[in-house]
């Protein structure tokens, strides 16, 4: 039997790092008490400039 090859495509553990699901409670609290902000401001921001995690971190300022 031949061995199947591994994807080589971008999926996984980097990837779900670079997205805030705003929608998921632990997500949004993980977050917020990361930057110091409120929940609520968290999702605010990820509504404001999308899930990315980067831009969201930006918003709120950090």
Same mark, same amino acid.
């Given at each position: 039997?031949? =061995?199947?090859?591994? #994807?080589?495509?971008? &999926? *996984?553990?980097?990837?779900?790092?670079? &997205? =805030?699901? *705003?929608?998921?409670?632990? /997500? =949004? &609290?993980y977050?917020a008490? $990361?930057? *110091?902000? #409120? +929940?609520? +401001?968290?999702k605010?921001? =990820?509504? $404001?400039?999308g899930? +990315? &995690?980067?831009?969201? /971190?930006?918003?709120?300022?950090?």
């Amino acid at each position: 039997m031949a =061995v199947a090859k591994k #994807s080589k495509a971008a &999926r *996984g553990r980097k990837q779900d790092r670079a &997205r =805030v699901a *705003g929608g998921q409670d632990y /997500e =949004v &609290r993980y977050e917020a008490k $990361k930057t *110091g902000k #409120s +929940a609520p +401001a968290v999702k605010k921001a =990820v509504k $404001k400039v999308g899930n +990315a &995690r980067k831009r969201v /971190e930006k918003r709120l300022g950090r």
